[in-house]
């Protein structure tokens, strides 16, 4: 288990991925996360998307992992209550809600620091909170189309879909939102820690996955919003979906077992040592520029790729990787999704993840992606069920049994 933040509190008031993300990745590090949620109702991620159980879906699964839940109805004065006896044991809030919605219910930024005055509270949504759009609530696609990353086309019936075709971009793949936003604001509120250490105080962090999804596409948006005031270069990185014949050295080929491998011997120095595996030594002085990289195919001869593609076609992924390993040549198995169960690195690096849950059972979902020496990663806490904690953290803050019973019969949990 990873231990790096095993002294760190963190309460969360989160429904959906956003700030359910900024939880997840704080309790993965080891934090100690409770995940407060409405009583009777919860997260609505548990119900949304494919069921291992009920009230269990995938989503919830994986983004509520290492979370103990209590359920608080934080609209009544003694949900309130015991929301500030939580708080004061706390390092971090996370708050995944909309807008203004903690600070409606009294427990915003201004109304938790006269309680705490260092917390660091991380609001974590979709278009945060500074700007016009503060207040509008976001799903997930919103944020990748108000950040320039969704494609459309209007179709012959007048209707508009999203179109999966060549574009200006460098940088192929899908952006999620909701799960960047969520990774930028933790970023920052474990860099708040260090502050917080050095100065005493707290702070309040606006992660929007909107502008988290603009960040990751930052390559791309600065080409692009500078080339009025470039010169435009002749050694371009491919764009996505550019035909293979003008990046020759950098292009996805068939194998001989029918699967994909990308080639990106784009250097020289790695280009010589693909001719010598191939036994092509002619092909050596295939090199466009002078620089020491070549993206593009910049001559006249457009068979490069026809020439390549059955020299490709003759050994399997597997036989190719070892090439690569062995001879020191950029190239990449290109998996599908449900490929990567079977990537030999990928299970290697136990970022496929293998566990038992409780309720639901067998369950493959992601590890963490930048392991720590000495401290393999595992899941302490399977996402739980609603309330499945409440009496347990109640009982931490002193409550007795007979108190608890009374907070049951009231609705305040």
Same mark, same amino acid.
């Given at each position: 288990? @990873?231990?790096? /933040?095993?002294?760190?509190?963190?309460?969360?008031?989160?429904?959906?991925?956003?700030?359910?993300?900024?939880?997840?990745?704080?309790?993965? =590090?080891?934090? +100690?996360?409770?995940?407060?949620?409405?009583?009777?109702?919860?997260?609505?991620?548990?119900?949304?998307?494919?069921?291992?159980?009920?009230?269990?879906?995938?989503?919830?699964?994986?983004?509520?992992?290492?979370?103990? !839940?209590?359920?608080?109805?934080?609209? !009544?004065?003694?949900?309130?209550?015991?929301? $500030?006896?939580?708080?004061?044991?706390?390092?971090?809030?996370?708050?995944?809600?909309?807008?203004?919605?903690?600070?409606?219910?009294?427990?915003?930024?201004?109304?938790?620091?006269?309680?705490?005055?260092?917390?660091?509270?991380?609001?974590?949504?979709?278009?945060?909170?500074?700007?016009?759009?503060?207040?509008?609530? *976001?799903?997930?696609?919103?944020?990748?189309?108000?950040?320039? &990353?969704?494609?459309?086309?209007?179709?012959?019936?007048?209707? *508009?879909?999203?179109?999966?075709?060549? &574009?200006? =971009?460098?940088?192929?793949? $899908?952006?999620?939102?909701?799960?960047?936003?969520?990774?930028?604001?933790?970023?920052?509120?474990?860099? #708040? /820690?260090? $502050?917080?250490?050095?100065?005493?105080?707290?702070?309040? @962090?606006? !992660? !929007?996955?909107?502008?988290?999804?603009?960040?990751?596409?930052?390559?791309?948006?600065?080409?692009?919003?500078?080339?009025?005031?470039?010169?435009?270069?002749?050694?371009?990185?491919?764009?996505?979906? +550019?035909?293979?014949?003008?990046?020759?050295?950098?292009?996805?080929?068939?194998?001989?077992?029918?699967?994909?491998?990308?080639?990106? %011997?784009?250097?020289?120095?790695?280009?010589?040592?693909?001719?010598?595996? @191939?036994?092509?030594?002619? /092909?050596?002085?295939?090199?466009?520029?002078? &620089?020491?990289?070549?993206?593009?195919?910049?001559?006249?001869?457009?068979?490069?790729?026809?020439?390549?593609?059955?020299?490709?076609?003759?050994?399997?992924?597997?036989?190719?990787?070892?090439? #690569?390993?062995?001879?020191?040549?950029?190239?990449?198995?290109?998996?599908?999704? +449900?490929?990567?169960?079977?990537?030999?690195?990928?299970? %290697?690096?136990? @970022?496929?993840?293998?566990?038992?849950?409780?309720?639901?059972?067998?369950?493959?979902?992601?590890?963490?992606?930048?392991?720590? %020496?000495?401290?393999?990663?595992?899941?302490?806490?399977?996402?739980?069920?609603?309330?499945?904690?409440?009496?347990?953290?109640?009982?931490?803050?002193?409550? &007795? #049994?007979?108190?608890?019973?009374?907070?049951?019969?009231?609705?305040?949990?």
């Amino acid at each position: 288990m @990873i231990d790096l /933040l095993r002294n760190v509190r963190v309460l969360e008031c989160a429904v959906l991925p956003t700030g359910d993300q900024a939880g997840r990745l704080l309790g993965d =590090l080891g934090a +100690q996360v409770i995940k407060v949620e409405q009583p009777g109702i919860g997260d609505y991620i548990r119900d949304l998307g494919d069921m291992m159980a009920p009230r269990h879906s995938t989503t919830h699964m994986l983004i509520n992992r290492h979370k103990r !839940s209590i359920t608080l109805n934080l609209r !009544s004065d003694a949900g309130r209550e015991v929301f $500030y006896r939580i708080l004061p044991t706390i390092d971090i809030f996370v708050d995944g809600f909309a807008s203004d919605a903690c600070e409606r219910l009294g427990v915003g930024y201004e109304a938790q620091r006269k309680v705490k005055p260092d917390i660091i509270y991380c609001q974590a949504n979709g278009f945060g909170t500074r700007g016009p759009y503060g207040k509008i609530p *976001v799903h997930g696609y919103m944020m990748g189309a108000t950040a320039g &990353s969704t494609q459309l086309k209007v179709r012959e019936d007048g209707l *508009v879909q999203e179109a999966v075709e060549p &574009s200006e =971009l460098n940088f192929p793949g $899908y952006v999620d939102g909701p799960l960047m936003g969520g990774l930028f604001g933790v970023f920052t509120a474990v860099a #708040a /820690l260090n $502050y917080r250490n050095a100065t005493g105080k707290g702070v309040y @962090i606006d !992660s !929007s996955g909107t502008d988290a999804t603009l960040a990751v596409q930052s390559l791309d948006a600065s080409s692009l919003w500078n080339l009025a005031r470039t010169d435009r270069g002749v050694n371009l990185p491919p764009t996505v979906g +550019q035909d293979p014949l003008e990046r020759p050295k950098y292009a996805f080929y068939l194998t001989k077992d029918d699967k994909y491998v990308l080639l990106a %011997a784009i250097e020289h120095k790695f280009w010589d040592n693909f001719c010598d595996v @191939i036994e092509r030594p002619d /092909l050596r002085e295939m090199k466009y520029l002078d &620089s020491p990289v070549d993206f593009r195919n910049q001559s006249g001869d457009k068979n490069l790729a026809h020439t390549l593609r059955p020299i490709m076609a003759s050994r399997t992924l597997a036989e190719w990787m070892d090439v #690569a390993e062995k001879y020191d040549i950029p190239m990449s198995p290109a998996n599908t999704v +449900q490929g990567t169960l079977d990537d030999p690195h990928l299970r %290697a690096r136990e @970022i496929i993840h293998e566990s038992v849950h409780p309720v639901a059972g067998a369950f493959t979902t992601v590890g963490w992606p930048a392991p720590v %020496a000495d401290q393999p990663f595992d899941v302490e806490h399977h996402a739980p069920t609603l309330g499945q904690h409440t009496d347990e953290i109640l009982g931490e803050l002193g409550y &007795s #049994a007979e108190a608890i019973q009374q907070l049951r019969d009231q609705g305040t949990v």
